[in-house]
């Protein structure tokens, strides 16, 4: 009797030590702004800002997850932290949630481009140093893992059935596709005023954005 009541006290100090960190997690995972604030020292070694436009950028993503939003556009100025947001907390905070659905959990899959290989390969390459960071790991490393047949830079999926690719916007679609499509930085800001540019820009993008969605009747795209 005395052994089993010393351990059931031994349950109950461990339950209110993991409290405080399944509170956090859940307010979290319930918030994408709070999800970026919390996480930025392991994306960013400049303090964090505080920002009107990221507030707004987190909502309107977070209300793509919540199926509030089905397509999206972002206009930022350069070096906003809309790539940070967007293309590698976003889809961090995405795979953390304990809410399933087809837009939300680590079995959604991500296909990204931008307008080079480099820069498609330099966002993938960050999102997985985000998901094997101590913040992460700490919080939701028990929830997926990083399957070990399928971890490159062009591709790595979550033990759930989840997915990035990344590629470039000049890149081949073939046997590629998501269930969120996020194209960060079409074409080089040097090359905007290039009508040649724009046109092969627009034509990859209607290729991707109708005929590469896992569902093209529920579209999720930016």
Known sequence: MEASLRQRLTYQVIARAKLPLAE???KLE???????EAAWPSLDPAPYQPCWAIDALCEHLQAVTEGQIKKL???FPPRSGKTLVTSIAYPAFTWARSEKSYLSGPQVRFLCGSYNDDLALQNSTKHRRLLQSPFYQKRWGKRFTITLDQNTKTQFDTSAGGSRIS????GSLLGIGGDIVILDDPHNTKQAESEAER???LTWWREISTTRLNN?????SW
């Open 73 to 75: 556009l972002v206009n």
């Open 216 to 220: 093209p009747k529920n579209p999720r």
């Open 167 to 170: 590629t470039s916007a000049r």
């Open 24 to 26: 956090e997690r859940a």
């Open 199 to 201: 046109i092969s820009a």
């Open 30 to 36: 319930g918030s994408l702004l709070k999800f970026v």
